[in-house]
């Protein structure tokens, strides 16, 4: 045997113990499955490779949904060095220590480096500040890869200087296929395995996975390790799966975009009078770890904002929905963060209230500090008497109906009106109270 022949066997021994998902992952884009939209025929990704035209970019997407598959196929391709970079383990000095190494093979022997860093969005603002000169001089081709959405997480002067692609989660019949391939592989896979396992098992791993091939993968190996007894027939069945399933973790990340997806999707449901989608999202959202009391803080902001005095019980059922759960506890007192969402999904909406704070706010930022009327003022004292403070003051209760014709508001913003109530629900009633209320004041 000679030298090469031992090291090819040593580096086949070594790949044979690296995890499935490792060494099902493929070395070029005839072999990537997903992101049509990037990697298909005439589109960019494919266009950057076909014509070796790498820039700085980022992906963004899924746990599973290629990101790091694709930046090796990149440095296949266009024959760079590769170099992983982890934004969890790694500081100021090893990023020096990477350029260094980067520029001495750019230097000497005229290779560029594909540099990833995975989980880009963990450096922080002067991590990510030690890049910028190296990818402005073109030491290194940046590959960064994040779950989280880059508008929020990469600072500006990075992101200038990158291409930013987004990867969507894996179909559940493109994770088949891979299911598929690893199971037919006889040199990563299972290929010289008689292993028989049922397309609806796959499909149950498939939408367990969740558009993950990573998950996917590891349920896979896990199964097959559990029902390899040491010959070459594999059983792997349903039951063996769910075991080794056992329960579902929804994609959630209570401080990333997705939390603010859901939250999102939960009040424009309920302002869209959409009560089955509202407890759909808040189900979710519950489901996933969020924090209920976060939901209900959000279903009384609603109440105000979104239905205010259309229906005046609003408030009152949001906030019962907070003392109900407190007292209870979950899980069943989440059902009464449903009753409420269901409640003010139904209720009549409206957003007076709130453009009249908004109004109100913007004339108060505007004037500043307006002195309050000489004669709607307090006057405590003799002194305060002299200088007229209540003087010429209506007492409402002193006259028919309880109205009285006089202003309230600072002089330079005398008539103003900032709540015009709807014609929906409760404040109907309360328009034709405001219509009558200006009425008895035009007669003084």
Not at 110 to 136: C, M, S, V, W, Y
């Amino acid at each position: 045997m000679t030298l090469f022949d031992q090291q090819k066997t040593e580096k086949a021994s070594s790949e044979a113990n690296h995890p499935l998902a490792e060494r099902m992952r493929p070395a070029s884009l005839a072999g990537f499955i997903g992101q049509p939209h990037l990697v298909g025929e005439g589109k960019v990704i494919r266009e950057m490779l076909e014509q070796d035209k790498i820039s700085s970019i980022i992906f963004w997407g899924p746990p599973g949904s290629g990101k790091t598959t694709l930046a090796r196929i990149m440095a296949n391709t266009t024959h760079c060095r590769f170099v992983s970079f982890s934004a969890v383990t790694s500081g100021i000095k090893q990023i020096k220590e990477v350029m260094d190494r980067a520029q001495y093979y750019l230097d000497q022997e005229g290779q560029r480096t594909i540099l990833f860093i995975d989980e880009i969005h963990r450096f922080n603002k002067a991590q990510q500040d030690a890049f910028l000169p190296f990818i402005e001089n073109g030491t290194i081709i940046m590959v960064g890869a994040t779950t989280e959405n880059p508008s929020f997480e990469i600072n500006s002067a990075l992101l200038s200087r990158c291409k930013v692609f987004v990867l969507n989660k894996l179909e559940p019949e493109e994770i088949i296929v891979l299911l598929k391939r690893a199971l037919e592989d006889k040199e990563k896979g299972y290929g010289k395995y008689q292993v028989e396992l049922e397309e609806q098992t796959l499909k149950h791993i498939s939408d367990y996975a969740d558009g993950d091939i990573r998950i996917a993968y590891n349920i896979l190996e896990l199964a097959f390790n559990s029902a390899h007894k040491g010959g070459q027939k594999v059983i792997i069945d349903r039951k063996l799966i769910e075991n080794i399933i056992q329960s579902k973790s929804l994609l959630y990340d209570k401080n990333g975009e997705e939390h603010f997806n859901l939250i999102s999707a939960v009040h424009k449901s309920l302002r869209g009078s959409d009560a089955d989608a509202a407890i759909y999202w808040i189900t979710r959202m519950l489901e996933s770890g969020e924090d209920p009391l976060y939901i209900i803080r959000r279903l009384v902001r609603f109440a105000a904002e979104d239905i205010g005095l259309a229906d005046t019980n609003a408030l009152t059922v949001a906030l019962a929905a907070k003392q109900s759960f407190e007292f209870i506890g979950p899980p069943e007192g989440y059902l009464a963060i449903i009753e409420a969402a269901g409640y003010l999904a139904l209720a009549p909406k409206s957003n007076a209230v709130y453009k009249a704070y908004g109004q109100a706010k913007k004339d108060v930022n505007a004037h500043q500090a307006l002195p309050v009327p000489l004669h709607i003022r307090n006057a405590p004292t003799k002194l305060m008497k002299d200088l007229g403070y209540g003087q010429g003051y209506k007492y409402a209760h002193d006259y028919q109906h309880g109205i009285v014709g006089q202003e309230h508001l600072p002089q330079k913003l005398k008539g103003k009106r900032y709540y015009y109530p709807t014609d929906r629900g409760f404040e109907k009633i309360l328009k034709k109270r405001v219509e009558y209320i200006q009425k008895i004041k035009e007669k003084g």
